[in-house]
């Protein structure tokens, strides 16, 4: 993921700040270079390789067991080192595993963000992972009992369509504005609203970490 600049941050912030005055909704963005490093995989891969690579020496040698153990000991710190790469290490991930991984990561931010604390259940989170290509929007209570959970699908496909694109700042503001219009339309501002939680872009750079 590309550091965002100054300037990126700046329109992201000014773009909830915008939104949040039309409602008495929270809205959070939460963008992670990844969700999580996937190392397990990599020790996996590196372990069926060198289970595999040895075979033919057990089959067609009489290669003393020591010497078949130390190779596969080398085949497995090779194998491991190499899948350290990171692109390497997340492309040997099923996507489902990727996929379920980022929800969950995305789940766990709404909590730590103290989007389910806000005084009418009324906080909606924007999530991206953009190692696994993920983009979620997670609205607490207080909203799924008036807005269909399919609602959000709308603002998904945009955000995804502008984070394909390369045009990621664009794409966060539009899912930002698109939001504030359903949170306006069942969710009007009140008397005495207080910002409960942070406007600005809230970025995880290590495996959803800050």
Known sequence: MTPFSHEERAAITAAITRAEATTSGEIVVVAAAASDGYHA?????????ALAVPLPLIVATKCPVEYIYLLQLAVFVAAATFFQWEPLRFA?????VKRARAHQKAVEQFLVQNLHTTKGRTG????????????????????????????????????????????RREGFITAIEMCGKILAEHFPPGHGDKDELPNHLIVLNTYGRA
């Open 124 to 167: 909606v989170l924007i999530y991206v992972s953009f190692a696994e290509r993920f983009a979620e929007v997670i609205a607490d209570d207080g909203i799924y009992r008036k807005v269909s959970p399919k609602v959000w699908e709308g603002v998904i496909a945009e955000l995804t369509h502008h984070l394909a694109k390369g045009t």
């Open 41 to 49: 995989f990599a020790l996996l891969w590196s372990a069926l390789i």
């Open 92 to 96: 040997l991930v099923p996507n489902a």
